[in-house]
């Protein structure tokens, strides 16, 4: 039986939590703002970095070691999606939720 350490256990946590902020965020924050929030580099940005971290969380789950392949790519669209949405500002909650992501992503890919 394959057993998750508790770091596996905090990413897949801080992915999801991720996950469902950036997502949560680009339907119902930027989609209300316009502008620079739905311009399409940021919006896509935004789905990318949601989906990314759903998939990092659903590697770590199903056991494989690829997962440090999906970690690794999941901070790095991480750390681009706080950039960005810090640029814009208004996005407290995505840059926090990316920023505990991109830290334990980089940790499970090491």
Known sequence: MHQMSTDMK????????????????????????GG??????????????????????????I???HHRHTCRECAEICEECVADCARIGGMEACVDACRRCA???RRMAA
């Open 36 to 61: 620079e929030h739905t311009k399409p580099a940021h919006f896509r940005l935004m789905a990318a970095c949601a989906e990314m971290c759903r998939t990092a969380a659903h590697f770590i789950l």
């Open 10 to 33: 905090a990413c897949v946590d801080e992915c999801l939590t991720c996950y469902s902020t950036c997502l949560w965020t680009a339907m119902g924050h930027c989609l209300e703002m």
């Open 63 to 65: 056991g494989t070691d």
């Open 103 to 105: 830290e334990s992503c």
